[in-house]
């Protein structure tokens, strides 16, 4: 079982076209994900070939998902058209929004993950490299060929580290990885991917991959505590980071002792994460953890 993204899943790229998403797109259909339009009203009637596919072009989500049943978009537009982009899609009514894109306005993020929301669209992102259920779909720049399917889930906020533990644990393989982004405010938390990892009967443990800054590793913690009952490892990014200093994604501002790798290792270990202190480290926990379930005689 995959949480958001199956191979049944119909994905749309808004921004195709351009050189991201042409780029992505040919790697994405590579990986076996089923990409049935692109979005550009400039380009409307066209089709794009991709090595033995011809993807059509369609002039809104709208259009795109009255012709083939889409059910995800993939946005890798521009920031400054980013905002329209997903509204679109919301109003269209698409399941799941997949906003790649960097350096949007903060403003523009809650405006549209408040209105997807009310809308009943998951937005993952943005800043984000988006997910991937192994052997089945992807949807973003997660290199597919990194890792195989297999029993742990994954959620992280840096894309970086998604791409290293996916690679680390490469013989165990993965359900579904999610990355959700490093920004101050994000569509999709760690919760909701705990709440669904949780809940799906193939993902054995969980990876949760956080970093300095805010109180979403903290928040976590607490659900973890309080609601899941697989086992979780966890890795903070930012343990060397230097106090006082503005570093890596927009979301990672340090406060106090607030929003620090300390803090969050610590609230993390209080509900019974067990957390590395490197990416290897984290690796070698799942592995142990995974051996520690396996029946005697295994």
């Not at 443990?205 to 086992?231: F, N, Q, S, W």
Request: aromatic fraction near 4%; proline fraction near 6%; glycine fraction near 14%.
């Amino acid at each position: 079982m995959a949480i958001c993204l199956t191979k049944e899943s119909k994905v749309l790229v808004q921004g195709m076209t351009g050189g991201e998403g042409m780029k992505h797109t040919r790697r994405m259909l590579a990986a076996g994900t089923d990409i049935v339009g692109g979005v550009n009203p400039r380009k409307a009637g066209r089709t794009v070939d991709f090595d033995d596919r011809a993807v059509p072009v369609y002039g809104t989500v709208a259009e795109g998902m009255a012709a083939t049943g889409a059910d995800v978009t993939v946005v890798f537009v521009p920031p400054a058209f980013a905002k329209s982009a997903v509204l679109e899609a919301a109003d269209a009514g698409i399941g799941l929004a997949v906003v790649i894109t960097e350096g949007i306005p903060v403003h523009d993020t809650v405006a549209f993950t408040s209105y997807a929301r009310a809308k009943g669209t998951r937005v993952i992102g943005p800043n984000c490299p988006g997910l991937i259920t192994p052997g089945q779909s992807d949807a973003g720049i997660i290199p597919a060929d990194i890792t195989k399917p297999g029993p742990l889930g994954l959620v992280s906020k840096s894309g970086t580290l998604t791409y290293q533990l996916m690679y680390e644990l490469r013989d165990i393989g993965f359900s579904t990885c999610v990355g959700i982004g490093g920004d101050p405010v994000v569509g999709t938390s760690h919760i909701d991917c705990l709440a669904a990892f949780q809940g799906d009967p193939d993902t054995e443990l969980v990876v949760l991959i956080g970093e300095i800054g805010g109180d979403a590793e903290e928040r976590a913690a607490a659900y973890v505590r309080d609601h899941v009952t697989k086992p979780v490892v966890g890795y903070i990014a930012g343990f060397t980071a230097p106090e006082g200093r503005t570093m890596g994604h927009a979301g990672a501002i340090v406060s106090g002792s607030a929003g620090t790798a300390r803090a969050k290792r610590e609230a993390l270990e209080a509900a019974g994460v067990r957390v590395g202190s490197t990416p290897t480290e984290t690796a070698r926990l799942v592995l142990e953890l995974l051996d520690a379930r396996q029946p005697e005689g295994s």
